[in-house]
């Protein structure tokens, strides 16, 4: 039998994924992310699931993407093992 999964962590996870999904999918958007001069870092997202344990792409464990992650993040090969086992 399957454990259940959190409901709240679910939830995180894809409120976060649509809030993405938005900023990058329409100029309006984007244009007032560029006001706010936040910026969407990728490879930091993607840093912080890692750290949790949470699913990532295929691109980031191998070639540039994965380069890329190692060189702007603090995410170590030690850290990305995991993923690479599986």
Not at 38 to 65: C, H
Request: proline fraction near 2%; hydrophobic fraction near 35%.
């Amino acid at each position: 039998m399957r454990k259940p999964v959190s409901i709240g962590k679910t939830v995180e996870s894809n409120v976060w994924d649509a809030h993405i999904t938005k900023a990058t999918s329409n100029k309006h958007y984007a244009t007032e992310y560029k006001k706010s001069n936040w910026m969407l870092d990728e490879f930091e997202i993607v840093a912080k699931k890692i750290k949790r344990g949470d699913p990532i792409s295929e691109g980031y464990l191998r070639g540039v993407q994965r380069d890329k992650l190692l060189e702007y993040t603090d995410i170590t090969i030690q850290d990305l093992e995991k993923y690479l086992l599986e």
